[in-house]
């Protein structure tokens, strides 16, 4: 099985984000320890860009940090390598086409293999440019996490039967950032991908409590939090490490 | 051209967020459907003749001819256009598309301003609310537009991210978009971004084009022996290309923004200095560094000052069927100035980078050729920023 698919056997996974390099590569790489250790399952490492158009302000001045301070993409793949001896958990990359696809494509997921990353998201990548990567992903051995939205509609199931690893529903319009409250029908939109695909739902996007965590977890196989996290690593700085680890340690708690 | 899911050749695509697919979809049917309306098109007509001023004029730049000593220049007078640039014959169209979509609300990015004034008159004329991008450093240095556009009823949000220019003002648009799609059409004001916009837009210009066949017909009785325009995204370019391609004896020459120059990194030159990349929606060139990092660009024109290019542009260049040429902030501050006191027609910033390129291949054309100049758009918005970068003191 999958080894990211394997992470949702018989619990309710955390998927955390946090923007590669933010504030420096070494903080990241603490990070991405400290989070393991705290019950997180999966960890998505943001490849920073200059024009992330998906985001709230919240990552987009991480990935200005990340650049400013130069994390480059051979940084994160060296980072990842270091930190895969000590981490077992499935890394994901999140990152756009653009970085991606002017470093090689080839190359790009031939490094993802050598230095053990499980797989990766592209948010501006939909169902009908998947196909500008899924055939050197599965050369690789790269899993290729789609992505549903509220407004996905009939789409969902064409997306849904040839999804991998997990399944990234977007709990609401927008780009990434913390809401108060989500108020699309999520549940509605999850039951239905469920009627249609063994792959796991995993929603994001809006999520910063324990409170919301439980609650999203409990109608879906997951939750994704990531401007929650990317905010206590901007107000902390190298300091964020602890405060991160007791923030995810609490969602953790909270969903299972 | 094969625009099988908007391809142009390998350019263009639809790489944008999930949450924008249906959307794009259905506005690729709706289009699809009111491009064959002949009510839709007879409205349109309608609007373009008695409200923008269409057909627009092909003048004979005599004194310009005169003193270059070589080709035969004539100008396709946009400027002149209701609103002072090509922009309004693009958002005529859109803005009746969202309008038959069911929309209540547009919204659009603006480099120069021109787009933004254009869009917020149309929404305006047909009832729809109306919120402008503009990055803040465009807001400075076309401090005109942004009132102008105000006094029309419009919303402008000054964009602080990133470089504060006409990039920045896209990605602030398309971050609206997603936040507020269903009742909200995001007007693009050129041919870039994902499917199906380069094709909308590209249709609704390209009357310029077919406007010049006809006039210049009428005037030489024969097809030009070039049409240059200038270029950012590439919309009043396409514009006057389109009807051409075809006609491969006619020199489809695009002049894009070199800003201090392009052996500098303060350019804007996309075709010369850039390199293919996916972003905006296309698979296009785009100014970036090793790592595929959106690099800061530089024109003296905000209209041109965008790292990246048109996805059919992109096509048209590698197949070799047009050419495009850096032309620097000075080659065009002097022509613009050039063109004020040769022909009294004061062009805007953006188009005086055409009249640059026209000024130096003229005189190596001979005096029975031919070179139409599409003049995108008026300086009146520039006259300020012109005097500052001859160090004159002056408020707007």
New interface residues.
């Given amino acids: 099985m999958n080894k990211i698919t394997k992470a949702f056997e018989n619990k309710k996974v955390f998927i955390a984000f946090i923007t590669g390099g933010d504030p420096d590569i070494e903080t990241s790489e603490k990070l991405i320890i400290a989070m393991a250790e705290a019950g997180v399952d999966i960890i998505e490492i943001g490849i920073p860009f200059s024009d992330p158009v998906a985001e709230g302000l919240v990552i987009q001045q991480a990935d200005e940090r990340a650049l400013k301070n130069g994390c480059t993409v051979d940084k994160l793949f060296a980072m990842v390598k270091r930190v895969r001896e000590k981490v077992e958990i499935p890394l994901l990359f999140m990152g756009y086409i653009n970085p991606i696809f002017v470093y090689g494509k080839e190359r790009f997921m031939e490094k993802c293999r050598e230095c053990g990353i499980a797989g990766v998201i592209v948010p501006d990548l939909p169902y009908e440019e998947r196909d500008e990567l899924s055939d050197v992903c599965a050369e690789y051995g790269i899993t290729q996490i789609s992505m549903v939205a509220p407004t996905s509609d009939n789409r969902a199931e064409r997306i849904a039967k040839e999804a991998e690893g997990f399944i990234y529903c977007v709990s609401s319009l927008g780009v990434t950032g913390m809401r108060g409250e989500i108020n699309t029908n999520i549940g509605e939109m999850i039951a239905r991908i469920k009627s249609i695909s063994p792959t796991p739902c995993a929603i994001g996007f809006g999520i910063s409590t324990p409170e919301q965590a439980k609650e999203m977890a409990a109608i879906s196989d997951g939750v994704i939090i990531g401007s929650a996290i990317v905010k206590l690593i901007a107000e902390n700085g190298r300091e964020c490490v602890a405060p991160v680890k007791d923030f995810v340690a609490r969602i953790a708690d909270a969903i299972n | 051209m094969n625009t099988d ?1 908007g391809r142009f050749g390998k350019y263009g ?11 794009l979809h259905e506005l690729e049917k709706a289009y699809h459907h009111y491009a064959n309306d002949a009510d839709f098109q007879h409205e349109l007509k309608g609007l373009l003749t008695n409200y923008a001023g269409r057909p627009s004029l092909l003048y004979y730049a005599e004194k310009m001819t005169k003193d270059l000593g070589g080709a035969k220049i004539y100008l396709k007078r946009e400027d002149l256009n209701h609103t002072g640039s090509h922009k309004i014959n693009n958002v005529l169209g859109q803005v009746m598309l969202a309008k038959k979509m069911g929309k209540t609300r547009v919204i659009a990015e603006t480099g120069a301003g021109q787009h933004g004034v254009a869009t917020a008159t149309a929404a305006t004329l047909m009832g729809l609310e109306c919120e402008i991008f503009m990055g803040k450093e465009d807001t400075e240095r076309q401090a005109l537009n942004v009132f102008r556009m105000e006094l029309l009823g419009a919303k402008v949000n000054s964009v602080t ?2 470089t504060q220019t006409l ?2 003002a896209v ?1 602030e648009t ?2 609206e978009w ?5 009742d909200t059409h995001y007007v693009l004001g050129s041919v870039m971004g994902p499917h199906p916009f380069p094709l909308i837009v590209r249709d609704f210009q390209k009357i310029i084009g077919t406007e010049i066949k006809e006039q210049i017909l009428n005037a030489e009785g024969k097809l030009p022996d070039a049409v240059i325009a200038c270029i950012g995204g590439g919309s009043n370019a396409i514009g006057a290309f389109y009807e051409f391609i075809n006609d491969s004896a006619v020199r489809l020459i695009g002049c894009e923004a070199a800003g201090l120059g392009t052996d500098t990194p303060n350019n804007a030159a996309t075709m010369a200095t850039g ?1 293919v ?5 296309m698979k296009s060139y ?1 100014c ?1 560094d ?5 690099a800061p660009v530089h024109s003296i024109s905000a209209g041109l000052d965008y790292p990246g290019v048109g996805p059919e542009h992109a096509h048209l260049k590698d197949i070799n069927r047009a050419e495009y040429i850096p032309v620097t902030d000075a080659e065009a501050v002097s022509a613009f100035e050039y063109l004020s006191r040769t022909e009294g027609i004061i062009p805007a910033i953006e188009s005086a980078h055409a009249v640059a390129c026209a000024r130096k291949i003229a005189k190596t054309m001979e005096q029975n050729q031919v070179i139409v100049i599409n003049l995108s758009g008026r300086g009146d918005k520039d006259v300020a920023a012109i005097a500052r970068y001859k160090g004159v003191d002056i408020d707007e």
């Fill in positions: 899911r695509g639809q790489y944008v967020p999930e949450t924008l697919m249906n959307n991210s990133g990039k920045d990605n398309m971050r997603v936040s507020r799609v269903s390199s990349g996916i972003f905006h929606g785009f970036q090793e790592y595929g990092q959106i």
